[in-house]
């Protein structure tokens, strides 16, 4: 079983806040993380292949002996651990199920190969105290206690669906697995508002993993190529992560003073939104436009502004126009034409028509 990731350092330089986020994530190493990252382990499990699953579990028998311990003793939660009324009454009934015996897991087993879901049921249920055991080493990485069971939960579930009894180890030692897997994915899935990809977290792991190398080998922060450089991987990948362990808040969160009710959302401007002094200058544009376009025809006018856009943005061809007017598309051109050279003669004759073109022009 994978030791659980460290917690969140303190005190580090303000000069490398990106490697800080990491650590306030509760990002996992790699040998943590990985046995339920990799998208073939989204469709089947770190645990897949039987052979290596079986050595898998021969190889880490030792450091389950004590969780197995812990499975058969009273459930105990921590005080300082916010276990609210709910969990205490699943901890409470769980812990009335009665464990299993050697024999009688192998009974179920073999059901279970029979397609009995009776006996999947009860192998499961015997065995919800081996994911508290398991999940009460991971509280703090994002998820409630409560989520961290539940996810165990599901891993419990397929190490009973792939449990193979002739393999010779116990339920407990396969189960363990799976359990492990399916809560460090939740964490990676569900702790974080914006979910990140798989290959993401992989890679915002080695980046933590080797800015911490890097420390030690030249006893200051490494920079951000001489990250890079050790990971081999591009400066825009590097960013890239580095940018993705920013963390997010509401725009709704209030500001930390006495006397101020103000909220971020307060402070941030509307890209959209016109200021005044534009506005009162294109209404005046507007209204002076008007002016110009009320001393062609009804026609005339109309042609002007649906081809300039003027009526509701949106620019017409000619073709578009004729189909509204039932007419030509020739017919709409020399109307437009016409329309254009009125305007023209206006502009030169008119000395506040042509101050408003100087203006159009600026």
Excluded at 81 to 95: F, H, P, R
Excluded at 241 to 258: C, F, M, N, V
Excluded at 286 to 309: H, Q, Y
Excluded at 326 to 346: D, P
Aim: negative net charge; glycine residues 6%.
């Amino acid at each position: 079983m994978s030791n659980p990731a460290k917690p969140p350092k303190n005190g580090s330089s303000k000069a490398h806040h990106d490697m800080d986020d990491m650590e306030d994530e509760g990002y996992m190493e790699p040998d943590e993380l990985a046995p339920a990252m990799a998208d073939a382990q989204a469709d089947h499990g770190s645990l897949g292949n039987d052979d290596e699953t079986s050595s898998m579990v021969d190889d880490s028998k030792h450091k389950v002996d004590d969780l197995d311990e812990e499975h058969n003793e009273p459930i105990v939660i921590r005080e300082d651990t916010n276990a609210d009324d709910s969990v205490k009454l699943y901890l409470q009934q769980i812990g009335r199920i009665k464990l299993l015996t050697a024999e009688e897991e192998i009974a179920l087993a073999k059901g279970i190969a029979e397609g009995n879901e009776t006996a999947k049921k009860k192998l499961i249920q015997a065995n919800l105290r081996l994911v508290v055991s398991i999940a009460k080493k991971y509280i703090g990485r994002g998820l409630s206690f409560l989520d961290l069971i539940q996810e165990g939960n599901l891993g419990l579930i397929r190490a009973a669906e792939k449990f193979d009894y002739k393999r010779g180890f116990k339920f407990s030692t396969y189960a363990t697995w799976w359990i492990q897997q399916s809560i460090t994915r939740g964490i990676a899935d569900k702790s974080r508002i914006i979910r990140l990809p798989v290959h993401m977290i992989e890679t915002i792991s080695k980046v933590k993993r080797a800015n911490r190398e890097l420390t030690l080998q030249l006893g200051r922060q490494p920079t951000r190529e001489e990250l890079a450089g050790h990971l081999d991987i591009s400066m825009s990948k590097l960013r890239l992560a580095l940018k993705a362990t920013q963390s997010t808040i509401s725009i709704e969160t209030p500001l930390k003073t006495k006397d101020d009710q103000s909220t971020i959302s307060d402070f941030l401007v509307d890209e959209n939104m016109e200021d005044p002094d534009s506005q009162v200058s294109n209404d005046s544009l507007v209204s002076e436009l008007d002016g110009i376009l009320n001393t062609l025809r009804p026609r005339e006018r109309d042609v002007i502004k649906l081809r300039f856009g003027l009526k509701d943005g949106n620019k017409r061809t000619l073709e578009e126009i004729g189909q509204l007017f039932g007419v030509s598309r020739e017919r709409v051109r020399q109307i437009e034409t016409r329309a254009l050279n009125k305007l023209r003669r206006l502009c030169r004759s008119n000395q506040s028509i042509r101050s408003l073109k100087n203006y159009l022009s600026q």
